[in-house]
């Protein structure tokens, strides 16, 4: 399977604590996007990278969370001191040019 | 700034009927604009696209024209089925200062009735 993987595919976790997560995008596509889905609604634009460099944040991704890209292959999200509005499924999604594409996601529960 | 409006749901649809998705899209500059679908559980999946004006997507019977002078990109197929029942998103990309930027609709949210 070459599409982009993402680990762990559920995630639940008590509100205060540290939770990461990580995305393996299609080998051979450069660029890299976070985005943070709620039910009902389409996904929300968290962060992007292009090969290792971390090239726009979105003003969604708090203080609390953050992204990384060593060596610009998988990249990991983590979030710090979790809050129940984190719940949510978060989407990464990897891109040659103009399409993206987009891994299975990471449901988060915070309870 | 860059926005996309979505055709509200739920939609029912019988088997073999018409569909049509509506999309409408506020841009700044020459975006490029797609049409995902995502099935219960599972991730988004790049159904079509469409790169420049008047340019038509196509695929698995679906289809969308770029329509610049309305903004629009309907989504439409001639005979759903049962399998088609999923969300749909409608967005666009944009090529700001750092990369491509997308925005994404709402979603609609469509069920085939046997």
């Known amino acids: 399977d070459t599409g982009v993987s993402q680990n762990p595919r559920h995630k639940i976790t008590k509100r205060g604590q540290n939770v990461t997560f990580r995305c393996d995008p299609i080998?051979?596509?450069?660029?890299l996007y976070w985005y943070r889905q709620t039910l009902g609604q389409g996904p929300e634009f968290l962060t992007y990278?292009?090969?290792?460099?971390?090239?726009?944040k979105s003003r969604l991704l708090s203080d609390r969370f953050s992204a990384e890209r060593p060596k610009g292959s998988f990249s990991t999200l983590e979030i710090q001191r979790t809050e129940q509005g984190d719940s949510a499924m978060y989407l990464c999604a990897s891109s040659p040019i103009y399409e993206q594409y987009f891994g299975p996601g990471t449901r988060l529960t915070v309870t | 700034g860059n926005s996309v409006t979505q055709m509200e749901g739920p939609v029912t649809l019988s088997e073999e009927a018409f569909l049509t998705i509506n999309c409408t899209y506020t841009a700044t500059g020459y975006p490029s604009l797609f049409w995902y679908v995502q099935y219960p559980g599972e991730g988004l999946q790049l159904l079509l696209k469409a790169t420049k004006a008047d340019d038509k997507g196509s695929n698995k019977g679906f289809e969308a024209t770029y329509r610049k002078e309305t903004t629009s990109f309907h989504l439409e197929k001639g005979s759903v089925q049962v399998s088609d029942s999923a969300v749909y998103f409608c967005a666009l990309s944009d090529q700001g200062n750092t990369g491509n930027q997308f925005y994404f609709g709402t979603g609609t949210s469509l069920t085939v009735i046997p």
């Open positions: 080998s051979e596509h450069n660029r």
């Open positions: 990278f292009q090969n290792e460099a971390q090239l726009e």
